[in-house]
């Protein structure tokens, strides 16, 4: 298959797309012309010969559910009443979404009683969580509600103002029913261009992206979270340079954004030549760049913001992704960047969960291989049965949809599986078996669809396909890695085909009325260390405390080896692990390459080149930190500009301080000190939690105020000023609080109050009120550390603060930050 190495012009395309429906010779009529039956047909053929859903069957077993489980269900899956009251056990959740799927069978004359079977069928694989749909599919199924089942879509956006506004309503509608969506801003003429209806000049991509972002931040998706986009520029744009950086300026909070490189710009690479621009309204050669300098823009971006990714078009174009290519190129994805879609294509996704494939095996551990076929079989026909149930949210993505029959079938639980069996994730072993795994599935999930064309049919446009010369298939791709991140909870199970983000991590809440630290342990490190004789309560804490284990010389080295987590692995087996699990899958895989702070641009480099060079299709990076620098680097002011002499002090070449160490109730809070050569207060820095975390960004921010306050010249002292800072804000409570009596510390700003009191010799009187100056003074040593309070601990410090639910549990991965305590997700 030819590559696409440049950019199709629109009216090529539309004249392809609208040359017809597949006739004897393979060739495509309009998506249009298809003769497909509506939604509201569908449903009352099925209620015709079955009518209403019965209830849950008294034999079937009730399902475990860890308490994370629960909460993320009560709060965003089960069903409630109009005061918000859940109405609705996970066991009834699973049946409601088991019946729905189920009751298709009678589509193609399967009889109740054979409906009641396959029920039963996928109930156990939900409740036993061996398999979970996509969230809306969970949510949605069986409500009647008109929401979707799919989890995220691709919109088209034309270069005109009524194309790019109609794509803009789309958006509203699939976010305000639960989706996420894709966009390539390819086609859209690059800024400055002329354009000829208003007798005007383009604003170009980056401009009309960030219209898309605040339409996102208006609209809630389906009530329950907030709307994710991708964002692709192909790299033989004119305004790819503007779009690499974008994110950097601000304005494009709501987006992931990947580069669509191409198989000349790589060549260009290699030879460290050149590549061609095209202006896509004309298709003609508009100016060239030096590949290098582009890639070494694309990964200074990233090292900065974590974007942009990059996805490898034409490598996703010649392979299985695109499974009918005369209606293609495609040129976008999903939000996380695993699923590659048409224009109008949907993503019908869910995952087996390797967790609950292991079993016993005389004496030892091994993957139960006979129920993982079963279920990849039953998982397969469930996903087929989710398109045909589905309530589309406008009628070209149902069109599309039901032409091709995308499902991606994928894994979540791939860490917990290698703990179970004992091998390092960082080891050729878990190289090995991971394509072994997905190796299974793919080959399953291909005979069940060809089974499923036998039965329902092949997709309509088989014929156009690039599988014309094989045997039927139901379905136009079959496997999907995807993000499994509120799913995962839901499932007791680790993300993806991720490590493990920490071993550990801490819930405190400390105020008034409640005094409370919960630990979560990964059950499986907990099971170990009790089976080998290591466990101890202090242990344990020390594991909550650090979150990894790799350090804690009292712990075995195997099993040290054994949990290993993400920040400890080197990129290098994260991606390699990325491209095995992508040799047998047939669109892309989900997967963040985890950096940490100190990864430099060169790290970035190697990562993306070796992707490309494994054969993924794709590939983001996430360097601890460079999303919360996105956030500090931001302000109005020009940083050329010097501020004005007779309003700021100039800073002095050389300063002297201490830096005063304390507990706060969101972690240990580091408060330096700075003085003048006059010994007056100049400055003072925070930092507390872990480096692009909320609490850090806030943090800064502070510090940064405090500082500026103090520089200004005015008629008080700076001394003056820390005493009035220290009264406004001694005392601030938050939510918990940490230690007792003088020294109990109430929040960050409580802290820093302490900080300057001590630094001062002053005294507060704890409310805020009042500062006195101590009868007794203590010379602070210019570079002294103090240690205020109880030695510090460093409390969570791969996880931020959850928006959702405060606790320290938000993690970066998979694309997307979620939380381990109450599921919420940003995608």
Known sequence: ????????????????????????????????????????????????????????????????????????????????????????????????????????????????????????????????????????????????????????????????????????????????????????????????????????????????????????????????????????????????????????????????????????FWEAYENDGEYELFAPQTGEVVGKLRA??????????????????????????????????????????????????????????????????????????????????????????????????????????????????????????????????????????????GEQVMRVIQEEAVRETQQLARERGSFPLWPASIYKDEAPRRNSTVTTIAPTGTISIIAGSSSGVEPLFAVAYQHIVRDKHLDRRLVFVNPYFEKVARERGFYTEELM?????????????????????????????????????????????????SKTINLRNEATVEDIKKAYLLAWETGCKGITVFRDGSKGEQVLNLGTADPTKKQPEATVAPRPLKVSGATYRMRTPVGSAFITVNEDENRQPLEVFLNVGKAGSDVTGMAEALGRLISTSLRFRGNLSARERVEAIARQLSGIGGSRSIGYGPDRVRSVPDAIAKALALHLNLKLNGNGVHVEEREEKQEVEATAEVVVNDPPQEENAAFDLCPSCGATALAFEEGCAKCYECGYSEC
């Open 292 to 433: 290098r300098d582009v890639f070494e823009q694309i990964c200074e971006g990233a090292w900065r913001t974590g974007d942009p990714g990059m996805v490898f078009i034409d490598r996703i174009n010649e392979g299985t992704a695109n499974p009918v290519p005369s209606i293609g190129p495609i040129e976008s994805t999903n939000p996380c960047g695993e699923q590659p879609l048409y224009p109008y294509d949907s993503c019908n996704l869910g995952s087996i969960f390797l967790t609950y494939f292991v079993k016993d095996e005389e004496g030892r551990k091994v993957v139960d291989w006979d129920k993982l076929r079963e279920v990849t079989h039953l998982a397969t026909r469930f996903l087929d049965s989710v398109i045909e149930m589905n309530p589309y949210p406008i009628p070209q993505i149902r069109q599309t949809s039901l032409a091709i029959r995308r499902i991606g079938l994928g894994v979540g639980g791939w860490a917990d599986m290698l703990i179970e069996l004992g091998v390092p994730y960082d080891s050729e072993d878990a190289l090995s078996l």
């Open 541 to 589: 804490q020390g594991v909550g405390q650090h979150g990894t284990v790799r350090e804690i010389e009292e712990i075995p080295s195997d099993a040290r080896a054994v949990f290993g987590t993400a920040h400890e692995i080197s990129p290098e087996w994260h991606i390699r692990h990325q491209a095995v699990f992508q040799k047998y899958t047939e669109n892309a895989v």
């Open 1 to 264: 298959m030819k590559a696409v190495t440049s950019l199709v012009p629109k009216t090529k395309v539309r004249a392809r797309q609208e040359n017809g429906y597949v006739n004897g010779n393979g060739h495509i009529h309009s998506l249009s012309s298809l003769r497909l039956t509506s939604y509201e047909e569908t449903v009352e053929r099925v209620k015709k010969k079955l009518n209403k859903r019965p209830s849950i069957p008294a034999d079937l077993p009730k399902g475990e559910w860890t308490e994370q489980a629960l909460r993320v269900l009560s709060e965003r899956y089960l069903l409630k009443d109009e005061n918000g009251q859940v109405i609705e056990t996970p066991e009834e959740m699973c049946w409601r979404v088991a019946w729905e799927m189920a009751s298709s069978e009678v589509l193609w004359g399967k009889t109740r009683r054979e409906v009641e079977e396959y029920a039963r069928q996928y109930y156990l694989m939900l409740a036993n969580h061996w398999f979970l749909p996509n969230s809306p599919t969970l949510m949605n199924a069986g409500v009647g509600n008109m929401l979707q089942y799919s989890a995220c879509f691709v919109l088209p956006v034309e270069d005109s103002m009524e194309g790019i506004f109609d794509s803009l309503k789309y958006q509203a509608i699939i976010h305000k029913s639960g989706g996420g969506t894709g966009f390539a801003f390819s086609r859209l003429r690059p800024r400055g261009a002329f354009v000829h209806g208003s007798q005007g000049v383009a604003s170009g991509p980056v401009s009309f992206m960030r219209i898309f972002d605040a339409a996102t931040n208006e609209i809630k998706q389906g009530g329950k979270r907030r709307g994710a986009n991708m964002g692709i520029l192909r790299v033989d744009h004119p305004d790819v340079l503007e779009f690499i950086h974008c994110k950097e300026e601000g304005g494009v909070t709501n987006f992931n954004i990947s580069v669509a490189v191409t198989d000349k």
